[in-house]
Nanobody, 121 residues
Framework: VQLQASGGGLVQAGGSLRLSCVASGSIISINTMGWFRQAPGKQRELVAMLASGSGPNYADAVKGRFTISRDNAKNTVFLQMNSLKPEDTAVYYC????????????????WGKGTLVTVSS
């Protein structure tokens, strides 16, 4: 299973970006998909996650500005980021939790390689 994130880039404060992450491989199901971010010199932190059959979970810092959504048929998760601030600058990583595949009897978590978001002031 591989996760490929895209959509990062440079944007001015107040602007918008839309991130996408596609999980590929022999996937039976994915329980949760989401986004984390890591700014320079800081720990990786949760941005937003969305579990199957549940509502979204957002970090306080992005509530009201970011929206997470999924296309389960395409194993894809999106992050619409509006009203971006310089403090949103980070590498954004997508994550797929409890992924079931034909190869393993247990569900496994996977990380993507990340996409850089830079917000200029």
């Amino acid at each position: 299973v591989q996760l490929q994130a895209s959509g990062g880039g440079l944007v001015q404060a107040g602007g918008s970006l839309r991130l996408s992450c596609v999980a590929s491989g022999s996937i039976i199901s994915i329980n949760t998909m989401g986004w984390f971010r890591q700014a320079p010199g800081k720990q990786r932190e949760l941005v937003a996650m969305l579990a199957s059959g549940s509502g979204p979970n957002y970090a306080d810092a992005v509530k009201g500005r970011f929206t997470i959504s999924r296309d389960n048929a395409k194993n894809t998760v999106f992050l619409q980021m509006n009203s971006l601030k310089p403090e949103d600058t980070a590498v954004y990583y997508c994550k797929a939790d409890r992924v079931r595949t034909p190869s393993y009897s247990v569900a496994i978590d996977y990380w993507g390689k990340g996409t850089l978001v830079t917000v200029s002031s």
